[in-house]
């Protein structure tokens, strides 16, 4: 997949598209190019390699077997490069030692189906081809493609959809044919370029795979990009690839609070974006960021995202303060969050925990998890800028945490475990999965300190250890919901499947808490399953046991590239060094992972207080910084 949106190539290992399943070429959600088969005298080409060459870029070797060949050496070699866009350069490459005659044909079709029709199946025929400018052009329902080639084709067949060249080749002559994919007729929407993460961030140590991880996650998570049109300062990522290319609230927020230590100008203009859709007027709902609703696993209700996407507002805001947001981009941003808390404060019980939209009123524990770090971090962003309720926001938060160990915790012999949710009334639903690690991700404060959470000591230490056992960790990360409970389905993607942000939440949740063997273990684990997937990580994939010589198994219905998984590979390298900045106390902590699961590294090309940051971490794990702000000073 071929990614640099609103345009994606979607092509398979031998580089033909043949306009089976999904591959195509799309722009805007549209497909405008289902079928580009070559042809060279007569006979495809023999495809040996098929590879991305970078998150937007894709390249397939070959030879051509012609009537001529003198022995079983192949002496034509095809070189095609893909893009995004569906702009595509071919080149032969002649190895022979006489000149060789060769026809060239390029087979191309259409149906101009939206991805959605696509993936359902439901895409319909070909569209019959006119000859246009040298190519060929497609048109239905006010919509047209059109492709054109340079040089342009000796013929152009619209019956047949077939361009057509005779190519000489001397000996050790090239010869290349360029195309190009156009839309007419479409709402355009510009690539975006800038907005997002800086290319310069980068990552070396003893392990070379860091490298590789941290560059595709940049690649992929710029690829993602989409730029507001009524807005065009601002730039969000889209869910993901292919079946979510446009704005998820709760994954876009997710995103770009993992990026953060790349800098803070992708969270500004996402939550400047999601500010204008938050819900006004003095109801219920005033305050809430809409949502779509998603399936919670085979024990629960949906629930509902854009709930998740108004928790997360505030602490997005705050932690990017932390880390170095402008005061005056704060202060911009300082209303919406407040009626981000309005809406919680409205919205949740006496005792601060927070039900589910909907007639169950599940209160699950995710939920109270995301609506306390709201409290907590939102008091936070008060206090700094002077408004009334910050004192408040602490408090409820204190409520909050006894409600909550007193009301989710199941004490059993085993040491306990937290409740998953509990039913309206109050009755504990009591399955485990990856979902509890949200419960260790208390977010920054003062100091770059973790925030105080919903556990006490002796519950975190019991969380800890449940996440590091095998029912949960699969060795290739955490998986949704534990293999021993009822319902549990490897490829669920709310009941088993591992969902690889999740594990990025777990690995940095259990290293501030100090649970370093359990976080190096899922740390390693997706470390391996990066490096199985070609280090571009799927959302999930199956979550079943890694074995000896096992590979992770992908997901059928997964996004990959996706914002949130291309996020998580930073937060994962970011979980290392430790990293706790207080941009606005001109300090920054570093609590390392003292084990050095991967040896020693170094993170550069960081943002901290909106200047670069370097941060080495020995193999005896010890951290120390390299380049930072001027008068940024090393915190406890």
């Known amino acids: 997949m071929c990614v640099a949106l609103p345009s994606l190539a979607v092509s398979a290992e031998h580089g033909q598209l043949t306009g089976e399943g999904l591959e195509g070429v799309y722009r805007a959600g549209r497909r405008l190019l289902s079928r580009s088969r070559l042809r060279i005298a007569g006979r495809e080409p023999v495809v040996v390699q098929g590879r991305l060459v970078s998150a937007d870029r894709a390249t397939f070797f070959g030879v051509a077997r012609t009537p001529g060949d003198a022995g079983p050496d192949p002496e034509i070699g095809v070189e095609r490069s893909r893009d995004a866009d569906g702009s595509e350069r071919i080149v032969l490459r002649s190895w022979s030692a006489r000149t060789v005659r060769l026809p060239v044909e390029l087979a191309l079709g259409t149906d101009l189906a939206e991805l959605a029709a696509v993936a359902t199946g439901r895409a319909g025929p070909e569209l019959p081809a006119s000859v246009h400018d040298g190519g060929l052009r497609w048109t239905a329902n006010g919509c047209r493609a059109a492709v054109t080639a340079y040089p342009p084709p000796r013929d152009a067949l619209a019956s047949a959809g077939l361009l ?43 392990d070379p795979r860091v490298r590789s991880l941290l560059r ?104 990017a303060w932390r880390w170095g947001l402008p005061e ?48 907590v971090l ?22 909050m945490r006894r409600a909550f160990r007193e009301g989710f915790w199941i004490d059993d012999r085993t040491g306990g475990r937290p409740a998953a949710a509990r039913a309206r009334d109050g009755r504990p639903v009591p399955h485990l999965g990856g979902g509890a690690a949200h419960l260790l991700d208390t977010g920054l404060t003062s100091g ?40 549990h389905n490897p490829y669920g993607h709310r009941s088993g499947a591992v969902r690889v942000h999740e594990t990025a939440v777990a690995v940095a949740g259990l290293a501030a808490a100090g649970y370093e063997k359990e976080a190096s273990s899922l740390l390693r684990g997706v470390l391996d399953a990066a490096q199985a997937f070609g280090h571009r990580l799927p959302d999930m994939y199956a979550g079943e046991q890694r074995t000896t010589g096992a590979v992770p198994l992908p997901h059928p219905a997964a996004c990959r590239p996706a914002a949130v998984s291309a996020a998580a590979g930073i937060h994962l390298l970011g979980a290392l ?41 020995s193999r005896l794990g010890l951290g120390m910084v390299e380049e930072a702000a001027d008068g940024l000073q090393l915190g406890v």
């Not at 939102?378 to 409520?399: F, K, N, T, V």
């Not at 519950?459 to 029912?471: I, M």
Request: aromatic share 4%; net charge neutral; charged share 25%.
């Open 164 to 206: 057509r060249w005779e190519v000489e080749l001397a000996p050790g002559g090239t010869h290349t044919i360029e195309v190009r994919v156009r839309s007419e007729g479409m709402v355009r929407r510009p690539r975006c370029h800038g907005g997002g993460p800086p290319a310069d961030a980068e990552v070396e140590g003893d």
């Open 216 to 319: 595709t996650c940049l690649a992929d998570l710029e690829a993602l990009l989409l730029r507001d049109q009524d807005h065009p300062r601002d730039v969000y990522p889209a869910a993901g690839v292919p079946w979510r290319c446009g704005l998820a609230p709760a994954e876009a927020l997710w995103a770009v609070r993992m990026a953060l230590p790349v800098g803070t100008r992708l969270a500004t203009g996402t939550l400047r974006t999601l500010a204008r859709t938050q819900l006004g007027g003095t109801g219920r709902d005033a305050g809430r960021i809409p949502g779509p609703f998603r399936d919670a696993g085979p024990h629960l209700p949906p629930n509902c995202t854009g709930v998740e996407a108004t928790l997360a507002f505030p602490a997005v805001l705050a932690e």
């Open 328 to 375: 005056r981009e704060l202060h911009e941003l300082l209303p919406a969050a407040e009626r981000c808390l309005h809406w919680l404060r409205t919205a949740a019980g006496e005792d601060g925990l927070l039900s589910e939209p909907g007639p169950a009123g599940t209160q699950r524990a995710e939920t109270q998890a995301h609506a306390h770090r709201a409290a």
């Open 378 to 399: 939102g008091a936070d962003l008060l206090e700094a800028s002077g408004r009334p309720g910050a004192g408040w926001w602490r408090e409820r938060a204190g409520a």
């Open 448 to 487: 770059g300190r973790p925030a105080p959470g919903l556990l006490d000591k002796v519950q975190t230490e019991q969380l800890a250890r449940l996440l590091g056992a095998p029912d949960l960790d699969t060795g290739w990360g955490l998986r949704s919901l534990g293999a021993k409970e009822p319902g």
């Open 577 to 617: 060094a430790g990293i706790g900045p207080d941009a606005p106390a001109g300090t920054v902590a570093l609590r390392p992972l003292r084990s050095a699961p991967l040896g020693a590294v170094r993170l550069s090309g960081l943002r901290v207080a909106g200047e670069p940051f370097a941060v080495r971490v």
